[in-house]
């Protein structure tokens, strides 16, 4: 079938300013409940003693004078606005740090009012049962110091700090001012006497490294400057096992002199290999635990393999090896070896990943004749899981994030992580009985730091077809997915904000298990084909995980980064989003439940589907899409709108519409009631005149308000409620009867959630498709539509 260009939207007019309608009746703080405000004053005044006397305990375990912060935890019972509250605060000398997600709950706050006098007296006025002074107080539940427990992470609390040995160890702060950060490093070193190995302050959190002992740890967690603190990050891959190729008989290419570059941060590659040598363009060391730039581990090789590469497979059934990309490789891990000769990957113990990951993207992401378009990320922490309940993004993913929007030009790709499901079962029969439900329902199979990055594409992974290695040999063995479902180690989301997590799948292998006395074993045949790096042995090894089906992106948004050298990241995930399919029709009756909860669990564990080069680069005459790559400004919205060709209602047959919106806003990790500073959101109508929906939908009441349902409003699945939490928003409608009226238009409104900057401007990339099952032409129809009304509007 002919391929086209993709057709351009055409915006119907300038951007519109939203306007507020003046709120009527408005409490900002409902009163609670069985509340009896005298009570609740006296309860809240021993919160203060209690926090104020263990506050003035802590500064006299010091003989010098020494400035703390008084930092604690502020409950709140309802979903108050953040700049309200804040505004009352800070009369009180109370600052936030951190809100927690959905607002009710703990927020962080600290005060520069060490005994809390005001706070105090303004409680005093508020108990008094005939007055309204400060209702303020009506959202606050009580105040309560911070625990040591709370801010001991998962690996240290498996792994508790020896007695004796010094150990690293990672801290990481509550996000005050510079001065304050400055002031308490000061304190760490010069009055604890701890040395920092290693520190990385971003505007949304400060991380460092440091090694102590178990005396030093517990003086040093009584901080309340501290938010956490855990053992290194910990890798999250084991070693191969290594098959056999021969060389002789494969084709070996290379990249087109003009194909842009994949960056894998991994743990290095091995440059000569006969398959990479040809796309290697630069390698480079960012850890000091192996003065080498070579991969002894053998992760980035076969990662690399996939950037480069896709289907090693299809490659070696081809016994073609041309890569589509050239290569760069940041080392970030090295391998260490047993007593039985394993090698495991270890991370640099003086030095924060987080600052050698930022050391690696600015080295190469500065260099502009790199062309670098993808940065594949394929590894995580497997005891950082996100589960819902945590307080803010982790401080590798927000670091990533903050890079991302800065080199917007790139986009980031991460795996979502493994999880085995023999951890959680004792047996076969429960592994068997309860997939694939516990990938969404067990809080252990959650996706991992850094996979929570919000501007980065997360990817999952799916089955390939079944192959059982030595099926002959007489034993049972149990193929765990079916072709094309979610693979059983994968992870599901959703992520901050309960946003969409993953986004994308590809293929990244299997579990096939057989059970012998007790024992689970895995068969071979669960693993795909990648790049080994003993090249003096094997050039092919075989492995599964989540760390090959995302390089599998990286590699498909590299060929599509090779026509479009010059676009934006928001474009390139716009039309990469745009050709996702589920390769399984209906396949969220997999999942149990009923529809709506089948659906959530298809959609947080295999995201919007797997996608596709061809669908993603061309449109075709049955299939449409068209896009604009614009900007728009805080608390304005915008339309598009153009007529349907008819030939779209008198078609037979299954007809699709699909919209996507990519953006790319500020975040910042202390804002957990909303991690972006800003929201974007899209309405489709039809039979309805561009100038009423302006009209309708310029003017809210709050910046919070959901937008009601319109009759001529086209419903999209999944609707706004789920899909507004992301910044990869992707919403279809399967049509069957309905007849599309004309005129169509696409809403976008741009809603203002804590940017300051009131001129602040937010790029953007949103597409419309439509897609006809039976062979008809719509393109040159839909074309010629889209021509006249430019010409019109001229």
């Not at 991994?266 to 080498?292: C, M, R, T, Y």
């Not at 992580?417 to 252990?444: K, W």
């Amino acid at each position: 079938m002919e391929q086209y260009e993709h057709l351009r939207l055409q915006q119907f007019s300038t951007e519109n300013q939203r306007k507020k309608r003046k709120i009527v009746n408005f409490n900002p703080y409902p009163f609670p409940e069985n509340r009896d405000k005298k009570e609740f004053s006296e309860n809240t005044i021993e919160d203060i003693e209690n926090i104020t006397y263990s506050f003035e305990q802590l500064k006299s375990n010091f003989e010098e004078k020494i400035d703390l912060n008084l930092i604690f935890k502020l409950k709140i019972n309802s979903k108050v606005d953040y700049e309200i509250l804040n505004r009352e605060l800070i009369k009180r000398g109370i600052s936030i740090l951190n809100v927690v997600d959905n607002k009710k709950g703990y927020w962080i706050v600290f005060s520069d009012d060490k005994n809390l006098e005001k706070f105090r007296s303004d409680l005093s006025l508020y108990s008094d049962s005939e007055k309204t002074k400060n209702p303020f107080f009506n959202v606050i539940d009580n105040l309560e110091n911070i625990s040591k427990e709370e801010k001991i992470g998962e690996l240290l609390k498996v792994n508790p700090i020896s007695k004796t040995d010094n150990e690293y160890l990672n801290i990481e702060l509550w996000r005050m001012d510079d001065e304050r950060i400055e002031n308490f490093l000061d304190i760490i070193q010069n009055t604890l006497d701890v040395r920092i190995l290693d520190k990385l302050i971003t505007k949304s959190f400060v991380l460092i490294r440091v090694r102590i002992n178990k005396e030093k740890f517990e003086e040093i967690i009584e901080f309340r400057e501290i938010a956490k603190i855990d053992r290194p990050f910990f890798n999250e891959f084991n070693p191969f096992e290594y098959k056999n190729i021969d060389i002789n008989d494969l084709e070996i290419g290379k990249p087109e002199d003009d194909a842009v570059g994949i960056l894998v941060i991994d743990s290095g590659i091995i440059s000569n290999h006969p398959l990479l040598k040809e796309a290697v363009k630069f390698e480079e060391n960012f850890q000091d635990g192996e003065n080498v730039t070579h991969d002894t581990v053998g992760h980035g090789t076969g990662v690399s393999g996939n950037c480069i590469y896709g289907d090693v497979k299809k490659s070696c059934d081809e016994k073609i090896f041309k890569p589509s990309n050239y290569l760069f490789s940041a080392k970030i891990m090295y391998g260490v070896s047993d007593f039985q000769g394993k090698i495991t990957a270890k991370y640099d113990p003086e030095n924060l990943l987080e600052h050698q990951f930022q050391n690696a993207i600015n080295f190469y992401l500065s260099r502009e004749e790199y062309k670098i378009k993808v940065v594949n990320i394929s590894f995580g922490n497997a005891h950082e899981i996100w589960k819902g309940h945590l307080k803010k993004q982790f401080p590798l993913a927000s670091l990533i994030d903050e890079l991302a929007l800065f080199h917007s030009q790139v986009t980031f790709v991460i795996s979502t992580g493994n999880c085995d499901p023999r951890d959680n079962f004792d047996s076969l029969q429960e592994i068997i009985d309860n997939y694939p439900n516990y990938l969404f329902d067990n809080e252990n199979c959650k996706i991992i730091n850094p996979a929570t990055s919000s501007l980065s594409l997360t990817v999952g992974s799916i089955s390939p077809s079944v192959r059982v290695f030595n099926r002959d040999s007489g034993t049972i063995w149990s193929e765990i997915a079916k072709e094309n479902e979610p693979s059983p180690f994968s992870r599901s989301g959703g992520g901050v904000n309960n946003s969409i997590k993953p986004e994308l799948v590809e293929y990244g292998g299997n579990l096939i298990l057989n059970e012998m006395g007790g024992i689970i074993i895995e068969n071979q045949g669960s693993n795909i084909a990648v790049l080994s790096n003993k090249i003096t042995e094997e050039l092919l090894t075989v492995s599964r995980g989540t760390s090959f089906s995302a390089p599998k992106i990286s590699n498909l948004i590299g060929k599509i980064g090779n026509h479009f050298p010059n676009s934006s990241s928001n474009f390139m995930k716009n039309i990469v989003l745009q050709s996702t399919n589920y390769p399984i029709k209906k396949i969220e009756n997999i999942f149990s439940g009923n529809n709506g909860e089948k659906k959530v669990k298809m959609l947080n564990t295999l995201g919007y589907g797997l996608p596709n080069f061809e669908s993603a680069m061309y449109s075709y005459e049955n299939q449409v899409l068209l896009f604009d790559e614009n900007i728009i400004g805080l608390n304005k919205v915008k339309c598009y709108s153009f007529n349907l060709p008819e030939i779209f209602n008198e078609t037979s047959g299954k007809k699709l519409i699909s919209v996507v919106l990519t953006y790319n806003p500020i975040t910042k990790a202390t804002r957990g009631d909303s991690y972006f500073g800003n929201n974007i959101e899209f309405m489709l109508f039809h039979n309805s005149t561009t100038e009423s929906i302006l009209e309708k939908y310029s003017i809210l009441e709050d910046i919070n308000e959901e937008l009601e349902e319109d009759v001529n409003q086209l419903k999209l699945y999944p609707g706004p409620r789920i899909r507004n939490s992301t910044c990869h928003q992707k919403a279809i409608l399967e049509i069957k009867t309905k007849k599309i009226k004309n005129p169509l238009t696409l809403l976008i409104i741009n809603r203002n959630k804590w940017i300051n900057d009131l001129e602040h401007e937010q790029s953007y990339c949103i597409s419309i498709m439509f897609k006809l099952e039976a062979e008809v032409d719509l393109y040159n129809q839909l074309k010629s539509e889209i021509q006249v009304r430019a010409r019109v509007r001229n």
